[in-house]
């Protein structure tokens, strides 16, 4: 390609182009060219994907395809594991909320959903809840916490995973009701945690506030059960037979 192709292609924002135009195969113009711009739209899809999940922040490279479902994942009437993967629930800032024994799958399918999101455009962010109550309290100590608030204002799923490892604190526990109120309706949230609803007061300070905090949660939201054995426990005993 001439220098001046390549600048036009620049110009005209077209980042592929110049790469790909020799490995087209050739049959007519209007072949060549659906077939050229098919591929130019087709990476610029995939660049922006690995773009949010950079963004996105994942500790664990998970996809959604590589799940194994089995019964002891209980969903509720309303949906299945097709319905689930249709992130409709996303359109719809409803939540999503996971809840059993460690080594279950949740985090997992969390990802899994969230990497699946992102490859179909949208802005998603990951925290593992305690690491969150560090930057909350970090964030309103540093007189950033506007600032950190808005940066959910176009982010289209969170996800907070192992939500119950951890206690917070008075102040961590109001910050992290305001970030649930400002994303109530707004946002759709995943929840991945080790404890039932009734032992969040474990986690949070204040029983009223843990109850507020419940209530936006569970308002649009789809329980998800996790029961069974550990699959790590499960898979190291495997390999000792």
Request: glycine share 4%.
């Amino acid at each position: 390609m001439t220098a001046e192709l390549k600048r036009m292609c620049k110009s005209l924002r077209l980042a592929h182009v110049a790469d790909i135009y020799d490995r087209i195969p050739f049959e007519d113009p209007v072949q060549y060219a659906e077939a050229l711009l098919t591929m130019e739209l087709q990476l610029r899809e995939e660049a922006k994907a690995d773009r949010l999940i950079k963004k996105a922040k994942f500790i664990q490279e998970k996809s959604l395809s590589s799940f194994q479902w089995s019964e002891k994942v209980h969903f509720p009437p309303q949906m299945d594991a097709t319905e689930l993967g249709t992130l409709q629930f996303i359109e719809r800032k409803e939540n999503l909320i996971f809840t059993g024994s460690t080594g279950t799958g949740k985090t997992h399918l969390a990802t899994g959903i969230g990497h699946e999101a992102c490859r179909k455009g949208c802005e998603v962010r990951f925290y593992r809840v305690s690491d969150l109550a560090e930057v909350l309290e970090k964030a309103w100590a540093e007189g950033r916490w506007g600032q950190f608030r808005n940066r959910f204002k176009k982010v289209d799923l969170i996800i907070l995973d192992e939500m119950g490892y951890v206690p917070f604190n008075k102040e961590g526990a109001e910050l992290l009701f305001q970030l649930i109120s400002d994303w109530y309706e707004q946002t759709s949230l995943i929840i991945t945690s080790n404890l039932e609803f009734s032992q969040w007061n474990r986690v949070f300070s204040d029983s009223r506030l843990t109850a507020a905090l419940v209530d936006r949660v569970i308002h649009h939201a789809h329980i998800l059960n996790f029961t069974g054995d550990s699959f790590r426990v499960t898979h190291a005993l495997s390999r000792q037979k």
